[in-house]
């Protein structure tokens, strides 16, 4: 069921997350609104000016916010002020670049004669993930950094895939990167030590997975490809390895955004709908429905974990400018 259309972006709207009772939306034309739940209004605007807006992540007090700049942007979300959302700062920080600007060995190659500090995005950031204290971001640079909360020093750099990031996701101390070269990969951090690879699952060949999404208990993991197809991975109580145990054809076009919401798998497509799936008890989808309304092809989904009614609210953005709000 439609509950309501959002309009106030003079971008396309490219990420959504859930901030306490607000819901965030980032545009391509560089703003962020803020939608206060439930009455869906506009409650106020912050970030305009700093590129187009890629990804966005909430957690705590603070909202990091990443940019067509290949910039992270911090901002501190306080009841008691007039600027609810107030930048703190930016990533990589001042303080980190001045710390490793001067030393040769912290500058990677990124182009034939062009030099880059490790901490640094050399290209725009898709997708943010927040875990254990970590904000992850993963670029089209094909490489996935780490970064401190506590005090936002970028602690590592993987050079992840062969090809974009496109999408990451977090569940039971293992992060999940999605990649145009058709692989989702699983990252673990054990104790003090660095990130390493605990196992890769292999989509379709020469596909683009543009989404992965995670079931609460880590044990169901799934890719949206751009061939419309979705894969589903059941993985093992160690979480070191995956095998396929469903292939649906969701779409007609690219599967470009996935949400899990309990038993319920959403997907967002190139075709300008959402096809809702129903997971079954080995992990399996059967399709639930399919809901139409957006003039653009679905570029972001977020499900609010708020039972309403024995059903759950969806928020779904496009490239028709509009924010739709469902009811599931």
């Known amino acids: 069921k439609s509950l309501a259309v959002l309009s106030g972006h003079i971008g396309s709207v490219s990420c959504l997350a859930l901030c306490e009772e607000f819901i965030l939306s980032g545009s391509q034309g560089k703003d962020i609104i803020v939608w206060q739940q439930p009455d ?52 990589p920080t001042t303080k980190d670049y001045l710390g490793k600007f001067m030393k040769q060995s912290n500058y990677v190659q990124i182009r034939r004669h062009h030099k880059r500090l490790w901490i640094e995005h050399a290209d725009s950031i898709s997708c943010l993930a927040v875990h254990n204290g970590l904000i992850y971001s993963g670029s089209w640079d094909k490489t996935l950094k780490v970064w401190r909360i506590s005090d936002f020093k970028c602690l590592e750099s993987i050079k992840a895939h062969d090809d974009a990031i496109n999408g990451l996701v977090s569940s039971k101390r293992i992060i999940y990167s999605a990649s145009a070269d058709g692989k989702i990969k699983a990252w673990e951090k054990e104790g003090k030590s660095t990130h390493s690879l605990k196992g890769i699952l292999e989509g379709h060949k020469d596909v683009s997975v543009n989404s992965v999404a995670v079931s609460e208990d880590g044990s169901l993991v799934y890719g949206g490809g751009s061939d419309g197809y979705v894969l589903g991975w059941l993985g093992n109580k160690l979480f070191d390895s995956w095998r396929v145990i469903c292939e649906v054809k969701a779409h007609e076009m690219a599967v470009l955004c996935m949400c899990l919401m309990g038993e319920f798998l959403c997907c967002g497509s190139a075709d300008r709908s959402i096809s809702i799936w129903k997971r079954e008890i080995n992990g399996g989808l059967f399709r639930f429905g399919v809901i139409k309304g957006h003039e653009g092809p679905v570029k972001c989904l977020q499900a609010s974990p708020r039972c309403v009614g024995g ?18």
Do not use: C, P
Not at 314 to 320: A, K, N, T, W
């Open 40 to 91: 869906l209004r506009q409650f106020t605007k912050f970030g305009q000016g700093d590129g187009s807006v890629k990804a966005l992540a909430s957690t705590g007090n603070k909202v990091f916010t990443a940019h067509q700049d290949s910039r992270i942007r911090v901002w501190k979300v306080s009841r008691n002020s007039e600027n609810i959302f107030r930048l703190v700062d930016t990533l």
């Open 311 to 328: 059903g759950f609210m969806l928020y779904s953005g496009s490239l028709d400018k509009s924010l739709r709000v469902w009811w599931i």
